[in-house]
């Protein structure tokens, strides 16, 4: 009883621990490469890659090569079958058809997906087409509704990527906002892409910063998965997961904090 009386006194004057403190207004963002699921084991392990993304408490995922019913991969709706593992909405985005089914881009979020699109973007004769993938997703509990957004920009060409990021940047780079870009740009962090970029985005996963390595998986070298943004957002935490055989990438993981009306 007595326990009792002192818990509702301290709670008539707001001195109940935290009874006073405002839910922060911040997402977790992961980028992923996944490799079709496929390890550096070479082992095909789905779940495997769903119990790295959920040890990461994310509110919002932008993975990249995802198959959906592919040969090589069983059959398998690997953006569904994420979506279930991780207990996330899910939506797929088609960049190529592949081997009986097809081949882009997922995004997972923890808040319900309103809408998605995808966009071409440029390249040559004979390159693997690209695409961006936008989601529109209203998160509430004061943080604003926005446009999550998901690419894999050409591996092996750099004046196609340079295409690929003024593509991104006219959709984006100064509609009204606010947007998270999230992504294998497949550039490292002094390359033209990435300062064209950078001109009217910011960037969560600082270009060059010590600790964002995430590539090869086993030993990373380079820096070429990132996350920015355009709003009124700050950047909290911006690290790389240790992880190395779920993937031949290294998952990223960034904190942004709502700091708008």
């Known amino acids: 009883m007595r326990a009792l009386v002192v818990s509702l006194l301290l709670g008539s004057v707001g001195l109940v621990p935290g009874a006073d403190k405002a839910e922060p207004k911040s997402l977790r963002v992961l980028s992923y490469?996944?490799?079709?699921?496929?390890?550096?084991?070479?082992?095909?392990?789905?779940?495997?890659?769903?119990?790295?993304?959920?040890?990461?408490?994310?509110d919002l995922v932008a993975l990249q090569e995802v198959d959906r019913n592919t040969t090589r991969i069983r059959k398998v709706?690997?953006?569904?079958?994420?979506?279930k593992l991780t207990g996330m909405n899910v939506a797929f985005g088609k960049a190529i058809d592949l081997q009986g089914g097809e081949y882009g881009l997922a995004i997972l979020s923890r808040f319900p997906i309103k809408s998605t699109k995808t966009d071409p973007l440029p390249g040559k004769e004979k390159q693997e087409a690209r695409i961006v993938m936008r989601a529109a997703i209203e998160p509430g509990r004061g943080l604003p509704a926005l446009t999550f957004l998901n690419t894999h920009l050409q591996h092996d060409d750099g004046e196609t990527?340079?295409?690929?990021?003024?593509?991104?940047?006219?959709?984006?780079?100064?509609?009204?906002?606010?947007?998270v870009l999230a992504g294998d740009l497949n550039a490292r962090p002094d390359s033209a892409?990435?300062?064209?970029?950078?001109?009217?985005?910011?960037?969560?996963?600082?270009?060059?910063?010590?600790?964002?390595?995430?590539?090869?998986?086993d030993?990373?070298?380079h820096q070429i998965d990132y996350v920015l943004f355009r709003g009124t957002f700050k950047a909290l935490e911006?690290?790389?997961?240790?992880?190395?055989?779920?993937?031949?990438?290294?998952?990223?993981?960034?904190v942004l904090?709502?700091?708008g009306k």
């Open 161 to 179: 990527r340079e295409k690929q990021v003024a593509k991104i940047d006219e959709l984006f780079g100064t509609a009204d906002g606010p947007f």
């Open 238 to 254: 911006a690290k790389v997961i240790e992880e190395k055989v779920a993937s031949d990438h290294r998952p990223v993981l960034t």
């Open 193 to 217: 892409p990435i300062k064209v970029l950078a001109k009217n985005w910011t960037f969560a996963t600082e270009p060059g910063a010590k600790g964002l390595l995430t590539i090869p998986s």
């Open 257 to 259: 904090e709502w700091t």
């Open 219 to 221: 030993v990373p070298k």
């Open 77 to 83: 709706d690997q953006a569904a079958e994420l979506g």
């Open 33 to 58: 490469n996944i490799h079709h699921g496929e390890g550096t084991d070479d082992k095909l392990d789905l779940p495997r890659v769903a119990e790295v993304i959920k040890g990461t408490r994310p």
